[in-house]
């Protein structure tokens, strides 16, 4: 990977809300989820506070991807901050794509969750901040499955769940038993896939790094994944990615939901209850470990800046300031970083999710195993995983579609791996 320039650090804010004169204006480049466009209207208080003038760019997932890696990766310099997950930063950070984190004691850098800060390090040092955090969990209308006469445990086998999802499916009524990710990409419909491969005792490449679509249990895997959205999934699926589901919920169309543990902050429909993530025998790696974080990209004329809101965005002070705006509340703050987050009174009584939340995020296994011989649960923590990853995703959607056979889809698949994998060296 390429090399970049170090930019230097400097990192003096404090947590005092004391005014800090700055003509400096950021530009943010961030995910279009509900939690990253909050925080533009709460950072209005920080411009206010500062005068660091912000200027968004909010960009769907995928785009989002695409445009922050080409642009980090050349030093385009487009950006002062951006959103990046746990399979960029570690990588990044040892490539000097990004600049070092060290912030001011206020900032309590042992309250973040373990499995955060260590997802985002590099050798132990935090190379991005998370804003929010999540697994993956089921989120199910209890009273569609009570109806049913059904029941979705914790852990449960994907044999009970894909019984509940036909037993609450009534496309007649607009109510659909499962909505899962369909959507081609890395991080979209490859983070749920891997991780129901993962269940099937499955992985994406063997202890010599050699790809294994083309093993059994992907076969099984992807037929089930298949065969449970096509029959009780919502038409299109293969469009459908966290935002387009989550709308989906809320409009009372979906029986079950498998995603993220942070849609639970944003759900509208009465009477959800949650459940640990299913397996087909394999827990480890059943639910998968993320965080939408803050980074800054190496070279930013702005770095010092950049770090300064970054302390602020991703501190217990933010946490405090979403609680206390007008326009949201304890019910709206991100989760899944802190561990004072969840102490607070007023924000247990607010988040019935909150125990499945943080027993997920607890659960997740991101290290190497025998079966999955990398780091990385619904991802491979090595630079060639994005384009592994976003070339098998077009062909689990083509075979969503129907437009190609399992099969098929699987052995280009396969055959799109290895000659990445090949062509970087690894065999």
Known sequence: MKSLRNAALGMAFV?????????????????????????????????????????????????LREQVTSDTATGGGQYDIINIGMQEAPIWGAAGWIEPLNFGAAYDID????????????????????????????MYRKDLTDAAGVTIKDNDSWARVKAAAAAIHDPANDVYGACLRGKPGWGDNMAFITTVVNSFGGAWFDADMRPTIDSVQWKEAINFYVDLLGNYGPPGSEGNSFNEILALYNEGKCGMWIDATIAASFLEVDGVAYAQSPNAGNAVGANWLWAWAMAVPAGSPNADEAKKFIEWATSKAYIKAVAEHPDFGWASVPTGTRASTYAYPEFQAVAGFAAAEMAAIESAAPAATDIKPYVGVQFAAIPEFPEVGSAVAQEMAAALSGAKSVDAALAASQAAAEAIMSEAGYF
């Open 15 to 63: 947590m005092s809300g004391a005014s800090i004169a700055s003509a400096a204006d950021l530009t943010i480049a961030i995910v279009n989820n509900g939690h990253m466009i909050n925080m533009q209207k709460v950072a209005e208080a920080y411009t206010a506070e500062t005068g660091v003038g912000l200027n968004w760019v909010s960009l769907e997932e995928g785009v």
């Open 111 to 138: 309250d973040m969750l373990p499995a955060m800060r260590n997802g985002l390090s590099h050798n132990g040092t935090l190379y991005a901040a998370p804003f929010y955090g999540e697994s993956s969990m089921v």
